[in-house]
């Protein structure tokens, strides 16, 4: 499996007797040595660690919130716990949970876990070893899409989630929302983004549908079969709500680095989605609307969207570094992704008004 581990950071540290005796009492078996644990050192957001029972053969996740300041909202165990329960039935890619904790005197703050889906999850390199062909990677880009559109097609009702979130007005809520959350994030060294809010104020739609969505559909978030590399598994629920498909996709695509993008974008990419056979941005927006009947017209909003929603979780990142909220040394240069992003934003917006 292709992961990223490491022992666990001093600040992310906690009483591991304490969580093994609480988790002892709620899942059945793992009375016995504690777990070994490590850290996966991928994520930005919530923090995720593997715990390893060497005398069972068996190995659980564990998430918990970041330190330092959060937004508001945001990093919501029981929520995100919750959304994982209810959409497991109808969407079996969801990881099984096992069981959620709100009492801080475990280990300071709420944290659930769940069972470690196997496989592999691919990141900025293919691990050593590994060819992807053409036609390999054009099927991968392929089921990356149709998975997406497959989330977005189930009934919020019927899987109990019909209160996620807040109802029609979701688009102007999210240009309301990130606007303000990049303001309160603000550092000297990142701009300003005014006219690039004030441009997606002016040329919202109304919401084209109302779905579940994702919010960090990434092809680092799917867990694919060793074999065949079908999808088997979709992680990071953290920001999953009932909002428009195609501010999920805009989203989605603002990570999404091609082979012809340019060297600063491929130099921060993440995932592999350059290689010889991947879908390009604009493939991917004609097979998902081909496949959903939705329509591309106002795709320009949804691209500069997801570029902006993308500054401001990477400004919101870095403010916990610029503040010392966290030590962590790869959210050092985070600034400069963020000034790179305001400039993709208003490159797509003279594109869509011919200036």
């Not at 039935?89 to 990881?95: H, S």
């Amino acid at each position: 499996m292709n992961t990223h581990q490491s022992p666990v950071r001093d600040e992310d540290s906690f009483d591991v007797e304490r969580m093994h005796t609480w988790l002892t009492q709620r899942i059945d078996g793992l009375a016995g040595p504690r777990p070994d644990i490590t850290q996966f050192t991928g994520g930005a957001s919530n923090l995720t660690y593997l715990l390893r029972y060497p005398h069972l053969d068996r190995d659980l996740i564990l998430r918990r919130p970041p330190t330092g300041k959060k937004a508001a909202s945001a990093h919501d165990m029981a929520r995100e716990y919750r959304v994982q329960e209810a959409l497991k039935p109808l969407f079996p890619l969801v990881p099984t949970v096992r069981a959620l904790c709100q009492d801080p005197s475990v280990i300071g703050t709420d944290f659930y876990v769940m069972d470690k889906v196997p496989g592999l999850i691919l990141r900025g390199r293919l691990p050593d070893g590994m060819n992807l062909p053409v036609s390999g990677a054009r099927a991968l880009s392929e089921a990356f899409v149709d998975t997406l559109t497959d989330l977005h097609q189930i009934d919020p009702a019927a899987a109990g989630l019909a209160d996620l979130g807040k109802g029609r007005g979701y688009v102007r809520r999210q240009i309301d929302g990130w606007t303000r959350r990049y303001a309160q994030a603000r550092t000297w060294n990142t701009p300003s983004f005014r006219r690039v809010t004030a441009w997606l104020a002016d040329h919202q739609p109304d919401d084209s549908a109302l779905c579940v969505v994702h919010n960090d559909w990434r092809l680092d978030n799917l867990v694919l079969d060793e074999t065949d590399l079908r999808v088997t598994g979709v992680l990071d629920w953290e920001m999953a709500t009932l909002g428009d498909p195609l501010m999920d996709l805009g989203s989605a695509l603002a990570y999404w680095v091609q082979a012809d993008d340019d060297r600063i974008a491929r130099t921060t990419r993440r995932q592999p989605s350059h290689l010889p056979g991947m879908l390009t941005r604009t493939e991917i927006v004609e097979r998902y609307c081909h496949r959903t009947g939705q329509s591309a017209d106002n795709w320009p909003f949804y691209e500069t969207f997801g570029l902006f929603r993308l500054a401001v979780i990477i400004q919101q990142i870095y403010y916990r570094y610029h503040h010392k909220q966290t030590r962590n040394p790869a959210f050092r240069n985070f600034w400069l992704a963020v000034n790179y992003l305001d400039h993709r934003c208003r490159a797509v917006i003279r594109r869509s008004t011919g200036n």
